[in-house]
């Protein structure tokens, strides 16, 4: 499922923030309209948008938030 991501995203630019001695980069995370879930695990990329947050010096993910829009089903 993580290889797909993506393909299942679009990211976008959101900024950078402060926190304690640490600089992240928040990067949006919308469906792509054109993804095509092979897999009913899958599919679940489909119905969620959030943000991730990365730690610049680190290139590390530190945090995510994720809404989940509609039923997986």
Known sequence: M???IPD???FTWRGREVV???TLIEVGLE???DFRPTS???RVLA???GSIW??????Q????????????G
């Open 2 to 4: 993580l290889a797909l």
């Open 8 to 10: 299942a995203f679009a």
């Open 20 to 22: 304690g001695a640490h």
């Open 31 to 33: 469906p792509r309209a």
């Open 40 to 42: 009913s695990r899958d």
């Open 47 to 49: 119905c969620v948008r």
């Open 54 to 59: 990365i730690d610049e010096a680190e290139r």
């Open 61 to 72: 993910l530190v945090r995510g938030e994720l809404e989940i829009m509609r039923d997986v």
